[in-house]
């Protein structure tokens, strides 16, 4: 089904967010400005769908080797865009933020009074090559794409592992110009994407081997797709057509994405889910960066897709940080939350959902490799006064997810360096089901836990030489013993209900009888008599740079009392809101159909979707034993 964007809501719209906050965005029509769009297609764009969409609009660029474009195209001619033949969806050219610079505390050695600073810690502590006595892998052979804000090559920790060097083009008038290669340092503003390279394949040359990524032999492509603190959709999907035309050339295998958006439901026609399964179909692993916002269904949109290996942020000791983002404990509904009424919980081993993260890697106080005279450095300067003395200059402490994808990319790397033949099917399998569990944290925020770089080369090794089909069953073996062990630790959901604002009006559901209409933020679930716990969670608009705007959630029983009311967000904080009610504390509530009602937060304009992603599902119980974490010093090691 072909899919429009619905425009009136430009608040993701790139340099039109802030007017349209403020409502003064001009009207779609005659006269109103162009609009940046990316467009998903069916098929990599042939001549004549290239010449349809120079005919619509300026800037046009059609990917060579995905299904994807982008072009500049007033308001008026959407329409027009939508029903070009081979055209499958239109959406904004959205600014995506970089997941790097999340507050922590601080790991000291220190326990007195005054101001702490992080312990600094190798960054292969939590497990690359060197510090695994006869691991015997370091990446060699495998190149990891950088999609980032580009890197330092010129840093003596990542010079020997540069392979080229590409600064990506901004679209003009004409279109991109022709991507630069083998630049010297293709990280001139910002220091985000050489801190990452760092992480990955860093080869500790200028701390006498102190400062080494996850897999100091491997080898890196760098690609510049923004400056500063940002980057923007386009770019990275120009970025992603370069490295499938070229991962022969290079011997690419894994790209990292340190980057993302705010949570959306999963649309499989989102520009950049097709980029990133192009590159998963040419066999390259697809890593990306959870996010940072910490709260329950704050999960990066760009991370939900079923091909992609989401990490989240690891502390120095083994915990998860408490920025990491969470996916969805009810994650039982479809992916486009369309799902008007489900009752009890179908997940089955292979089948755990889409919300949440893949595993954990370290995410907490990383050093890495610095790029001078850029911008994310010097946000992390008071931490950096914790590295020895002379080496401010080469290497800088940050934390984030942006920090645990690449430390999830240098273990993959070590793993296809132990199995080359190994798929991206097979790697993400062989991560799940070596990775240990992290007691009491759920498996919304964790994943299957924390990256065992030991284990899963281990288990690469023991699969080499294979058949593919013997390969794909004895993962799919373990992959259904780790998930029942996953399944035997979730709450259940008794009932889950869940609305969705981003579909263009046509395709929302229609309420039933006995709904008020959508568009009032107005829905209802049924809580029968004896549940013991609901919970109501909102992910609304989110803006880049900007705090995301507050929803308030109200809640009424059978009767219109109002049984719950979510308290004030405050700035700066995540853009969810969150009711989670224990019922057993509650008296002389009226069972039956509740309302829950989602009203719009103050820098919103009426009409602009106040309940961008609702979900609420009752439970059994509002306090959950939690068996895994009672069990597992019993179970055997997933990768036996």
């Not at 690359?128 to 804000?149: F, R």
């Not at 920025?323 to 179908?346: C, K, N, R, T, Y």
């Not at 992290?438 to 699969?463: I, K, S, T």
């Not at 068996?627 to 010093?633: E, F, G, Q």
Request: hydrophobic content about 40%; glycine content about 12%; aromatic content about 4%.
């Amino acid at each position: 089904m072909r899919r429009v964007l619905q425009f009136l809501v430009v608040a993701m719209v790139g340099a039109a967010v802030l007017p349209a906050v403020a409502g003064s965005a001009p009207a779609p029509g005659a006269g109103a400005a162009p609009l940046d769009v990316v467009v998903s297609l069916d098929r990599p764009a042939s001549p004549g769908l290239l010449a349809g969409l120079r005919g619509l609009g300026t800037g046009v660029w059609a990917a060579e080797h995905i299904p994807v474009a982008a072009l500049s195209i007033p308001p008026v001619r959407l329409g027009a865009l939508s029903r070009l033949a081979g055209v499958e969806g239109v959406f904004p050219d959205r600014t995506l933020r970089y997941f790097d610079a999340a507050p922590v505390t601080a790991v000291t050695d220190d326990p007195g009074p005054g101001p702490k600073l992080p312990r600094v810690i190798r960054n292969d502590k939590f497990g690359a090559a060197l510090q695994i006595p006869g691991l015997g892998v370091t990446g060699k052979g495998v190149t990891v794409a950088i999609l980032d804000s580009g890197v330092d090559g010129t840093h003596p920790d990542l010079a020997p592992a540069m392979k080229t060097n590409v600064k990506l083009s901004p679209l003009g008038s004409d279109g991109p110009l022709p991507a630069l290669e083998n630049v010297p340092d293709s990280d001139t503003s910002s220091g985000h994407g050489t801190h990452v390279a760092g992480d990955v394949a860093g080869r500790g040359t200028a701390s006498n081997g102190a400062y080494q990524g996850s897999a100091p032999g491997a080898s890196l492509v760098g690609l510049s797709a923004g400056e500063g603190l940002s980057v923007n959709t386009r770019s990275v999907l120009q970025g992603y057509d370069w490295i499938v035309g070229h991962r022969e050339q290079y011997g690419i295998r894994v790209v990292n994405n340190s980057f993302g958006g705010s949570f959306q439901p999963f649309d499989p026609l989102e520009p950049l889910n097709k980029a990133t399964k192009a590159a998963y179909d040419a066999g390259i692993v697809v890593v990306f960066a959870q996010g940072n916002d910490g709260d329950e269904m704050t999960m990066n949109d760009e991370a939900t897709a079923p091909w992609i290996i989401a990490v989240a942020a690891a502390t120095q000791t083994g915990g998860l940080t408490d920025f990491s983002s969470g996916g969805l404990e009810a994650d039982v509904v479809d992916a486009a939350f369309s799902a008007d009424d489900l009752a009890g919980d179908p997940r089955q081993p292979l089948h755990l959902g889409l919300y949440h993260p893949s595993v954990a890697a370290l995410g907490e106080n990383v050093v890495g490799t610095k790029a001078s005279a850029t911008i994310v450095p010097q946000l992390g300067l008071r931490h950096d006064a914790a590295l020895p003395a002379g080496q401010q200059l080469r290497y800088t402490i940050m934390s984030g997810t942006s920090m645990a994808s690449p430390e999830a990319c240098g273990i993959v790397a070590l793993v296809l360096e132990a199995n080359p033949a190994l798929r991206p099917v097979d790697v993400k399998r062989l991560l799940q089901v070596t990775a240990k569990p992290m007691p009491g944290v759920p498996f919304f925020r964790q994943g299957y836990g924390n990256l065992d770089p030991a284990a899963a080369v281990g288990l690469a090794r023991e699969l080499s030489g294979h058949p593919v089909a013997d390969v794909d069953g004895i993962l799919e073996a373990k992959q259904a013993a780790r998930d029942a062990q996953v399944l035997a630790g979730i709450n259940h959901p008794l009932r889950t209900t869940a609305w969705s604002r981003q579909a263009p009006d046509s395709e929302r559901k229609k309420p039933a009888a006995d709904e008020p209409p959508s568009d009032a933020g107005s829905h209802t679930i049924t809580v029968d008599a004896g549940t013991g716990r609901l919970k109501v969670l909102n992910a609304g608009l989110s803006l880049p740079f900007v705090p995301d705007p507050a929803h308030t959630i109200v809640v009424r029983d059978a009767a219109g009392r109002e049984v719950a009311r979510s308290a004030t967000k405050l700035p700066g904080e995540s853009g969810t809101t969150i009711i989670d009610l224990d019922l057993t504390k509650l008296t002389g509530v009226t069972w039956g159909k509740w309302t829950i009602e989602v009203s719009e937060g103050g820098l919103i304009p009426a009409g602009f979707g106040s309940d961008e992603a609702t979900v609420a599902a009752t439970f059994a119980k509002a306090q959950p034993p939690d068996p895994v974490a009672s069990i597992l010093p019993n179970l055997p090691h997933p990768s036996k």
